[in-house]
């Protein structure tokens, strides 16, 4: 694995956490900078549109949703 790939998957590990614990806004953070590493990662797509969702960004999570099962239907 290299740096990158390596730094991608702790931020979508951390935004996931802070998922678990209900921290919306804190999540969304991790996972948008784990999507600015690589695109294609259907699990960011959709830790992001969690967070959007429960951020009550309802478009926004749709469309996170949508990318994420476009990655991995």
């Known amino acids: 694995m290299n740096d990158s790939n390596d730094t991608r ?13 209900g921290r919306f806004a804190e999540a969304e953070e991790p996972c948008r900078k784990a999507l600015a590493l690589n695109e294609t990662i259907p699990e960011a797509h959709l830790n992001l549109g969690t967070a959007l969702k ?20």
Not at 9 to 21: E, I, K, V, W, Y
Not at 54 to 73: C, M, N, T, V, W
């Open 9 to 21: 998957q702790a931020l979508t590990h951390h935004g996931f956490l802070l998922l678990r614990q």
């Open 54 to 73: 429960g951020l009550q960004r309802f478009e926004d999570a749709a469309h996170s949703y949508k990318k994420a099962i476009a990655l991995r239907p």
